[in-house]
């Protein structure tokens, strides 16, 4: 069991995701608090601008208006008491070169959106009870 509540941010700029997120994170069962941001540009205002909250994990959309999730990402890695945050791309979009980009920017992870409901908690469990580690799934 999990000593303290977690947090995470969710980036997507579809209001539907979020929807579906937090279904999916509320299927885990586990304690966590998720911090919803709209925008690339807004989440990075947050963690600009304060210490609270810090997350224990980013999850963030590939395709957004404005600062997309790569953008997003390489902003983040460059903030330094921030570059370890791990940072999981959230995406249908499966392109290998994508992928591959996301990982050379510094990405822990890249998860596909999967449609069931079911399926994305098992994979966000895995993120929050195995820990930070390099996956594509």
Known sequence: ???????????????????????AL????????????MSGA????????SIYPIPDVIFVDVN???VSGLGFLEEVKTIERLSHLPVYMYSVEDYP???????KLGATGYLIK???????????????????????G
């Not at 995470?8 to 997120?21: G, N, Q």
């Not at 195995?130 to 996956?135: D, F, K, L, T």
């Open 26 to 37: 509320e299927q885990t069962g586990l304690s966590v608090q998720c911090f919803h941001y």
């Open 64 to 66: 957004m208006t404005g």
């Open 42 to 49: 807004d989440a990075l205002n947050q963690l600009r601008g």
């Open 97 to 103: 070169s994508t992928i591959s980009q996301a990982i």
């Open 114 to 136: 999967k449609s069931d409901v079911s399926l994305q908690a098992e994979e966000l469990k895995a993120v929050f009870t195995e820990g930070p580690r390099q996956q594509v």
């Open 1 to 23: 069991m999990l000593k303290r509540e977690l947090k995470c941010f969710f980036i997507d700029d579809l209001k539907e995701e979020h929807v579906l997120f937090t279904q």
